[in-house]
């Protein structure tokens, strides 16, 4: 295979304005289902501003400044209980027949505490009692080997834990029922999420690309991350922007500085809305060639897994053909070569070495290969999200949000004719400047392809 710089012409493949809306009837079976899978007499959820993926995904209602819990009961109660900022905004949640509860020591420290300041107390007002079956759902779940202690332990402030062990007894760790990476309620999602998911990655991606479309020399990192042009969408992680040269690594993770780069930096950025993250590394260069060669190296390892990925494929063997082809070029990835996403940047991965975990329709993707070893000054990276569906997922999708479907059609299109890269149609490509790598950002209109 091989791969060359090549003039490509990016296609204005449209902007969705209005963010698709996830039906009441589906958070409703959601709950549901959680609740069922569960198999507790009451299934509890945490979220916070930074964890919020899993009670958004149940009810569309996630806490902003303080703490809150969705309380799923065995009469089919249906409740969120948090402080007294959200009490107000709680009311957004798309999920019906939900009551809001208000417990003031979720609050910020400082705030009124004259009315409902026991957490304790509030559970058992809700109907919570001793011997009653308690599951516990937290941001992650830790794996056997992570832990050897007596009773359960979770990802879940203390303070929480230990109200509902006064009120209930033990509690058990239910993660699992909404973060496994296949059982997961969340690792395979539905066409009106996917839709969603495609908003927030087309604005993402173009944030993206106006970023690096619009970089100059002479830019410093914050007139450069500016040009992204946020509009309020909702983020799951903070926006990215870093540069460094020869004696400084290029840490992808940083926010923007006053840092000016110069020619010969590498730099990188990053954007991310719920659903959708887009990242792309490279060389403030028009003119490279030690660089391109080992972009072009992790540009075929980023194509192994467009041509590994499939339905029924193992993770494992997704793994192998990333780390093999990378390995040729002397790379490696750095993390798992992708993983399931979602509101929150990182869901759950089954893409690990020897996984025998398999690939089904509807899971939502983060091709997420950031290559090592790179020099001082030096980064690649080239991640966008996808969505593995097939035929009976993509003719619900195009039934219910043409243009989205016909967004996919005319992404697909477009990597076929200019980047040269045959998409299966069971991959749908979210991400409105899929596979483009231009690894030197000096060098307008030029970017990897194949052939």
């Known amino acids: 295979m091989s791969i060359k710089l090549s003039p490509v012409t990016l296609p204005d493949f449209g902007t969705p304005l209005a963010r698709p809306v996830i ?21 509890v959820v945490y979220a916070d501003r930074e964890h919020f993926a899993n009670i958004v995904f149940l009810t569309g209602f996630e806490p902003r400044f303080e703490e809150a819990l969705l309380l ?19 009311p957004v949640a798309g999920l019906a027949d939900i009551a809001v509860y208000l417990c003031q020591s979720l609050s910020l420290m400082g705030q009124d505490r004259s009315l409902k300041p026991n957490l304790a107390a509030v559970l058992r007002e809700l109907g919570l009692a001793k011997g009653e079956r308690v599951g516990l759902v937290g941001w992650k779940y830790v794996e056997a080997s992570e832990w050897d202690g007596p009773k359960p332990t979770f990802f879940v402030p203390a303070y929480v834990v230990d109200s ?15 973060m496994h990476p296949t059982a997961g309620l969340r690792a395979v999602v539905d066409a009106d999420q996917i839709a969603e998911a495609e908003w927030a990655a087309t604005r993402a991606s173009l944030a993206v690309w106006r970023i690096i ?18 509009a309020g969408e909702p983020m799951n992680c903070h926006p990215m922007f870093s540069t460094g040269d020869a004696s400084l690594p290029v840490i992808g993770l940083k926010s923007p500085s006053a840092r000016q780069p110069a020619r010969g930096d590498g730099v990188t950025t990053a954007v991310s809305f719920w659903g959708g993250l887009t990242a792309r590394g490279g060389l403030v260069s028009d003119h490279d060639d030690d660089f391109v060669a080992v972009a072009s190296a992790y540009f075929k390892g980023l194509l192994a897994w467009y041509e590994t990925a499939d339905i029924g494929v193992e993770g494992g063997a997704i793994h192998e053909a990333v780390v093999s082809t990378l390995a040729e070029g002397g790379l490696r990835s750095a993390l798992n070569p992708g993983h399931l996403t979602g ?49 009976s997922l993509r003719a619900e999708i195009a039934a219910r949000h043409p243009q989205v479907a016909a967004r996919f059609e005319a992404r697909r299109a477009y990597v076929r004719d200019q980047i040269g890269v045959e998409v299966r149609d069971n991959i749908l490509l979210l991400s409105s400047i899929p596979l483009t790598l231009p690894p030197l950002w000096l060098k307008k209109g030029y970017a990897l392809v194949k052939g």
């Open 23 to 43: 039906p009441a009837q589906t958070y409703a079976a959601r709950v549901s289902a959680a609740y069922a899978a569960a198999g507790c007499d009451w299934l």
């Open 72 to 90: 799923l009961g065995p009469r089919g109660e249906r409740v969120i209980v948090t402080g007294n900022e959200n009490i107000d905004y709680a």
């Open 164 to 178: 509902l062990a006064l009120v209930v007894g033990d509690i058990v760790d239910a993660t699992h029922v909404l």
């Open 213 to 230: 479309s619009g970089f100059t020399l002479g830019d410093n990192e914050l007139m450069a991350a500016s040009r992204m042009g946020y």
């Open 343 to 391: 509101h929150d940047e990182w869901m759950n991965s089954p893409i690990r070495p020897g996984s025998t975990e398999t690939i089904a329709s509807g899971m939502p993707f983060q091709i997420d290969i950031i290559p090592v070893p790179m020099p001082a000054g030096w980064t690649l990276n080239c991640e966008d999200p996808v969505t593995v569906a097939d035929a």
